[in-house]
Each structure stands twice: as structure tokens, then as C-alpha cells.
């Protein structure tokens, strides 16, 4: 199997990965740097890393392995990735729907997914941005690292190898859906809650109860009941 490749430094993994595709000619690939300069994470939002203390990484796996499941990917990857850190770490690991990663209500990971065409290939491109070392985080109460919410500080070139040989080694099994959604509300973060959430410009208490397969997050509100909703169209406030 080969191996992630290393960069000392670039702007963004998920840039880097398409050329790496071209050269490699492989189904799939994977590249991760320690200092990442220009890094985007979901919906345009704009993700940046202090130096040789988290972990940017990239993986590009050939749509063919996912036939008629591809809306599944991410939710797929971020369920590997949870279960990896929950492994590593002995800590409890949850997925704030869509794409983030939380232990101890602190962020300390994301996902943004993305489909391209390579010399009449299709990949989605799936980067994985990780906080593993960094302690401080300025201005950002939601964040934390796996040291500043487990007291463990994890190698990340180790963890980089081991997320590459983890994902390689399943993103192109079969699964089952229903067995997949079940795992994602298993650990959905804050279901069942009372939470405050912000829609239209308004705030008020809801329960989390669910996503759906089709990715929606379904809410109870306190004042307008049962909902569902897209991201971006509903906030969770915590």
C-alpha cells in the first residue's frame, strides 16, 4: 500500500491532492502537511493551522467504489475518523452534524468533501483537518485539540499513516446504510438535548433528534415543532 505523502508546507492539502492524482495514477491517494497556509473548510468558511501541530490531510478515492451511495461519503468518512480518534484516545468522540468532530463539547476536528474529474475519472477529494498538539486557541471558545481534551499528545505523522491505512483500508467496502445512520446518531452530538438554536434571525430551545439519509438534520422546536433543516439554515448555539 503506498503511503500518504508528506509536505513540509502548502497552501491547501485539498489543491495539492489533485496534482499528486495526475502523477500517481492511482484510485487512491493521499497527501498531509503539518502547516497548511490557505486551508478551506465547509461552505467557503476559511480554516487556518499554526505550524507542526495539527494535522491537515487529504484523500482522493475513485467515485466507482461508491456506485449509488455517494451521498454517504462524508458521513462515512467521518464516522472512520471518529472511531479511529475514539480508538487512539479512550475518549468519547462526537459528530456535530454536518462535519465537525467533538470531544468534551470542543471542536477539534472537521471534514469538507469534494467531487472532481481527473483525465475522465471522477474522486472525491476529502480533507480531514485535525487539532492534535495545539494548546491555545485565541479568540475560538469552541476549539479544542485531542491534547487539550484528552491530555494525550498523539505523533501526528503517526496518526496521519494510521488515518491514511484506516480509510484505505475501508472507505471502499461495502456497508449498509441503515447500519451506517444507525452509528452516526449513535453518536450525534447533543441529540436528545435541550439546546438553543438560531433559524431566520431567531433563537429558542429545540431537541436535536435526528439526521436523516438524506443528510437533514431534524429538530424539535420549542415554538415550531418538528423540522427539518439543511446546513447553513439552522445554527446550534453552545
Not at 31 to 43: K, N, P
Not at 184 to 205: D, I, M, Y
Not at 224 to 230: E, H, P, S
Amino acid at each position: 500500500m503506498p503511503r500518504p505523502v508528506f509536505l513540509k508546507e502548502c497552501k491547501s492539502t485539498n489543491d495539492e491532492i489533485i496534482k499528486l492524482i495526475t502523477a500517481s495514477q492511482n484510485d487512491v491517494c493521499a497527501v498531509y502537511t503539518l502547516y497548511q497556509t490557505a486551508g478551506r473548510g465547509q461552505f467557503g468558511n476559511t480554516w487556518y493551522m499554526p505550524r507542526d501541530q495539527n494535522l491537515a490531510f487529504s484523500i482522493a478515492v475513485s467515485t466507482r467504489y461508491f456506485t449509488n451511495l455517494q451521498q454517504f461519503v462524508n458521513f462515512r468518512t467521518a464516522l472512520l475518523t471518529r472511531d479511529l480518534i475514539a480508538k487512539m484516545t479512550a475518549a468519547h468522540v462526537e459528530i456535530k452534524w454536518p462535519n465537525d468532530l467533538i470531544i468534551k463539547s470542543k471542536k477539534i476536528a472537521g471534514l469538507l468533501t469534494e467531487k472532481i474529474k481527473v483525465d475522465s475519472e471522477e474522486y472525491f477529494i476529502i480533507g480531514i483537518g485535525v487539532n492534535i498538539l495545539q494548546d491555545e486557541f485565541p479568540g475560538l471558545g469552541k476549539a479544542g485539540s485531542i491534547f487539550t481534551q484528552t491530555g494525550q499528545k498523539l505523533d501526528p505523522h503517526a496518526f496521519a499513516e494510521t488515518l491514511y491505512a484506516e480509510l484505505n483500508q475501508n472507505l471502499r467496502c461495502s456497508f449498509s446504510v441503515e447500519n451506517l445512520m444507525n452509528s452516526l446518531n449513535l453518536n450525534l452530538f447533543r441529540k436528545n438535548e435541550v439546546s438553543v438554536f438560531e433559524t431566520g434571525g431567531t433563537r429558542q430551545n429545540g431537541i436535536i433528534r435526528n439526521v436523516d439519509a438524506d443528510g437533514f438534520l431534524w429538530v424539535e422546536l420549542e415554538n415550531d415543532g418538528l423540522q427539518r433543516f439543511f446546513h447553513k439554515e439552522i445554527e446550534l448555539l453552545y
